[in-house]
């Protein structure tokens, strides 16, 4: 017959798994690609490195348009 304290810690651990997935899934960890980043930029369809679509998420333009932007005062928040 099973001990009523192993179930107990049982069901407590599968909570906490499933609590630490949720939040995986809210902070955008699960299986997260750079899906949200543009491959090419929106200004001047330069392609984007992946290494810089790595670094900013949702990254949406080249180096050279986000640093005009940022002088412009218009850069978009990531
Ligand atoms: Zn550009």
Redesign the pocket.
């Known amino acids: 017959m099973s001990d009523p304290l192993d179930l107990a810690a049982e069901r407590e651990a599968e909570l906490r798994s499933d609590a630490l997935a949720d939040q995986a899934r809210r902070s955008g960890l699960a299986g997260k690609t750079v899906a949200d980043s543009a491959t090419k930029?929106?200004?001047?369809?330069?392609p984007i490195p992946n290494a810089r679509r790595h670094a900013l998420p949702g990254v949406q333009?080249?180096?050279?348009?986000?640093t005009d932007l940022e002088r412009a005062g218009l850069a978009v928040m990531h």
Not at 61 to 66: E, F, L
């Open positions: 930029c929106r200004i001047c369809q330069t333009t080249c180096i050279d348009c986000q």
